[in-house]
């Protein structure tokens, strides 16, 4: 006679690590994420390895990531130390506006194997070339790093490029004490570059860009105090997809823009011109000229552009799609008629308060063009992310 059957009782917690992995992975609820580790240790220890991002409450980086932290919590040595001993396997990582984290804090950096891709030190106005220092050596995988408004000189940025040739994205915005030195060794050491944020760095005037990558498809200068040869630097890789050069009236005038259309710039498509009052007809033409990819251009505020320079946008940039002209004080009708007749392509026309204007020839705009919106709206910032 067949012994009956035996049957063992089972249930989730004898699931191995693999499995639990796996059902971690499903659950999207940063609660029920939460709810997972708390069932024991050994499903807490998944829950740890399974994190991949970090931020603090007044992280303002990263949004939609959980956050650990409570509001205002002080970040110290001991907090980090604590963390990145739990979540070993970081990604991303951001501390913005954690005003009092020190360089000694960063030195946790470099004893845990976290593979670090995202670094965000935004407002972190105790962290020096020193903690840079720390980050290079601690970091080597590191892509993108954001030290808006930070302390920090040429020499960290040297040590920076030094140990992470990966990175691709750099903001230090807003960072006096950096100069083109720094900005040089980070365009010569980092071949993968693609995007650098220098906007308000009173020391940078562009000529530490040139020879750089052709990968570098984004650079943001914002009231930058740039130079001719700057300018020819900015553009020398010839890969630039975006670039914001507002308000550079302040310290140029005459063609000096034209170096934009001289070849360099051929795949450009977005440009920010906002208020730069002294770019002219010659800057404008060489441009539309030599940037045919163009599909958003903000000429606000530009009161140097005539009828010359509206005429060459019509018909020369065949595949714009945007074109902001609030406040430009000469554009006249003749201006916007050739705007109309050209420009086939274009969808949005911000146009808000002008001087030479008259209501007819806008009136006769809309009834030709009746396929592009007028908008009123003046917008300073333009492009992805804005």
């Known amino acids: 006679m067949e012994e009956p059957l035996s049957f063992t009782r089972t249930s989730i917690l004898h699931l191995p690590n693999d499995c639990l992995f796996i059902v971690f992975q499903f659950l999207v609820c940063s609660s029920d994420r939460e709810s997972f580790g708390l069932t024991c240790h050994r499903w807490l220890n998944i829950q740890n390895t399974c994190r991949r991002s970090l931020q603090f409450h007044s992280s303002l980086a990263l949004p939609n990531v959980s956050s650990l932290s409570q509001s205002g919590l002080v970040v110290s040595a001991f907090h980090l130390h604590r963390l990145l001993t739990r979540f070993q396997h970081l990604h991303y ?71 992470c040739s990966a990175l691709k994205h750099l903001n230090i915005s807003y960072c006096p004490l950096v100069s083109d030195c720094g900005l040089r060794s980070v365009s010569q050491s980092c071949c993968q570059l693609e995007a650098v944020k220098i906007s308000h760095c009173s020391g940078v005037n562009g000529t530490g860009f040139k020879g750089c990558s052709p990968t570098l498809t984004r650079i943001d200068a914002d009231s930058c105090n740039l130079v001719p040869e700057g300018i020819m630097g900015i553009v020398s890789g010839g890969g630039l997809e975006y670039l914001n050069v507002s308000r550079v009236n302040l310290w140029i005038s005459g063609p000096t823009l034209a170096v934009i259309g001289a070849g360099f710039a051929a795949r450009l498509k977005i440009l920010n011109l906002w208020l730069c009052r002294t770019v002219g007809d010659e800057s404008i033409a060489a441009i539309a000229r030599g940037c045919p990819l163009l599909q958003e251009w903000n000429l606000a505020l530009c009161h140097g552009v005539r009828i010359a320079g509206w005429q060459s946008i019509g018909i020369n940039c065949n595949k714009l799609e945007k074109l902001h002209v609030n406040r430009c004080r000469n554009l006249c009708d003749l201006g916007l008629q050739a705007l109309r007749e050209g420009c086939k392509r274009l969808l949005v026309l911000y146009i808000g308060r002008t001087w030479k204007l008259s209501a007819t020839a806008i009136e006769v705009f809309k009834i030709c063009r009746g396929n592009v919106e007028i908008s009123e709206e003046e917008i300073m910032f333009i492009g992805p992310g804005n």
């Open 93 to 163: 990582l951001s501390l913005s506006c954690c005003s009092e984290l020190s360089d000694s804090c960063l030195t946790f950096l470099q004893f845990y194997p976290s593979k670090l891709l995202y670094l965000n030190l935004d407002c972190c106005f105790g962290i020096t070339d020193h903690g840079l220092l720390l980050v290079a050596a601690g970091c080597s995988s590191l892509e993108v790093i954001s030290l808006y408004r930070c302390n920090i000189t040429d020499a960290g940025l040297e040590t920076l490029a030094n140990g």
